[in-house]
């Protein structure tokens, strides 16, 4: 077990780096500064786990602590001697700590081509209170990184953590890179993506495979069981994601570069066994008119003005005869006939792809606070010809006035539902879930709004016959009038006693 001293996972290590690193803000948009942040916390860790395996080799006679190989035997990013946190340390407190980390990055790119294009390297730019930067190199000097046993997420928890804290400050635009924790472990929970080929193709920061690497853990399932594949359009974003991935020790095909999903997929060959993604929201001029004929359109052309079934349509193509894909939909494609997407849902659903749709409650996201649905599609249906509906509207607590967060509990429920409903066991319950068929949704013309099919909670029967009840609520009215008259006529009589008679 670690000491009081060694340990620093405890609670508020997250906010204390946050806090520090937030002095690099000045006046750098959210966004400006999100990569310098999460680029010195991604250079600190992989110089910290460098430096661990570096003291290791130092107590092997026949190692060479300068050869690559040797740390690349166990994932280790190789850093160069100038590039060394020592070096970093020792420039803390001049002007040229900017130029310092700006080199480093760059000598560590040069040594390690997975990191080739990702790093930062805007450091030295003016804008950027070098005395703040300084300052936050020695924090960060003082705390290590890479730890070992239980605390070897570390790391991943403060990078996550900051992730969260710039999209709450970056609101509307926060869509762009970050899913909330809590949908994407409700999605990962019901898919169980255990092995297999997995794949988001707009994963943002990349969210998605650090929470299935969570689940294998939490299951006790070895990474290697699983080969990570994505795609994302944003340069920042894209880079944010590989540093993710690389400090939960992920491999991961991320494409050669940033890169418009429709346009230029990166993957075209791909099939894969679960597939998840937060795609934007009803995204408008999506480049429908240069792709009219494009082959993953199985089931009908998607709408230039609304990319959403283009997105669902896309997945489809990339599932593997077993896979499942879950995502995440604004509501208005549960029911949208505008643009064919109608006929497209219909054709979806008769396919026999829909497994099943999830209701989620507004205010989750930082982006937006319109309530979303989750969707989840499967080739290979346990319950062929049916699908489950789930309300789950009323789940989820107040974090702050204006976001909601789904609870352990709430996610838990809704994968032991799933699961139920795959096992052939779910019973409807009002309010809540339904088994319907095929035939069930034809006749609500292939809507899917759940709430269309699990109806209205029931009320809790106190066992009261409704003539006894009717009698005792009357005799209880009754009661209350008289009580209110004889208040009245109590009142009158003491404004009588002073001489204010009414």
Request: glycine share 8%.
């Amino acid at each position: 077990m670690a000491t009081k001293q060694d340990n620093t996972i405890s609670i508020g290590f997250e906010e204390i780096i946050w806090r520090a690193a937030d002095k690099l803000r000045g006046n750098l948009s959210a966004s400006e500064y999100e990569g310098v942040v999460l680029g010195l916390i991604f250079l600190k860790y992989i110089s910290d786990k460098f430096e661990t395996k570096y003291q290791e080799l130092l107590e092997d006679e026949y190692a060479d602590v300068e050869d690559k190989d040797e740390y690349e035997a166990e994932g280790v990013f190789f850093v160069p001697q100038d590039a060394r946190w020592s070096v970093i340390r020792e420039a803390s407190r001049t002007p040229q700590i900017g130029v310092v980390i700006d080199n480093a990055l760059q000598a560590i790119e040069k040594e390690n081509p997975k990191l080739k294009g990702i790093l930062p390297s805007n450091y030295s730019r003016p804008e950027l209170d070098k005395r703040r930067l300084g300052d936050v190199v020695d924090l960060f000097t003082n705390i290590k990184m890479h730890a070992s046993g239980d605390e070897k997420d570390l790391i991943g928890r403060v990078y996550e953590y900051c992730l969260q804290k710039f999209a709450s400050m970056e609101g509307k635009n926060a869509g762009e890179f970050y899913t909330p924790s809590c949908i994407v472990r409700t999605i990962v929970e019901i898919l169980q993506p255990y092995e297999g080929r997995v794949y988001d193709p707009c994963c943002g920061s990349g969210g998605m495979f650090v929470q299935s690497a969570k689940f294998l853990n939490n299951h006790q399932k070895s990474l290697d069981g699983i080969s990570i594949y994505g795609q994302e359009f944003n340069t920042s974003t894209w880079k944010m994601a590989h540093m993710n991935v690389a400090i939960r020790g992920l491999e991961a095909n991320l494409g050669q570069s940033a890169a418009d999903t429709f346009m230029d997929d990166q993957h075209p060959t791909l099939k894969a066994d679960f597939i998840m993604a937060n795609p934007p929201f009803n995204l408008k001029d999506w480049g429908a008119d240069k792709l009219q004929n494009d082959k993953r359109w199985a089931f009908g052309i998607p709408p230039s003005g609304n990319a959403n079934f283009a997105w669902m349509q896309h997945m489809i193509h990339h599932l593997s005869p077993t896979g499942r894909i879950g995502l995440v939909l604004a509501n208005g494609a549960l029911s949208s006939q505008s643009g064919g997407e109608g006929l497209i849902r219909q054709r979806i659903v008769e396919a026999d792809l829909v497994e099943g749709i999830i209701a989620l409650p507004s205010q989750l996201f930082y982006s937006t606070g319109i309530p979303v649905s989750l969707w989840f599609l499967s080739r290979e249906k346990k319950q062929q010809g049916k699908v489950v509906f789930i309300d789950a509207r009323n789940m989820g607590e107040m974090v702050t006035r204006a976001l909601r967060e789904l609870k352990q509990d709430d996610i838990t429920k809704l994968a032991d539902t799933f699961e139920a409903y795959r096992n052939g066991t779910l019973e409807d319950q009002s309010g809540f879930c339904a088994v319907k068929t095929l035939k069930d949704i034809a006749e609500q013309d292939y809507i899917l709004t759940p709430g269309r099919y699990v109806g209205i909670a029931e009320q809790e029967e106190d066992g009261e016959p409704f003539k006894d009840k009717m009698e005792r609520l009357t005799s209880e009215l009754s009661e209350l009038f008289a009580e209110s008259h004889r208040l009245e006529d109590e009142i009158k009589k003491q404004l009588n006693s002073i001489g204010f008679g009414m």
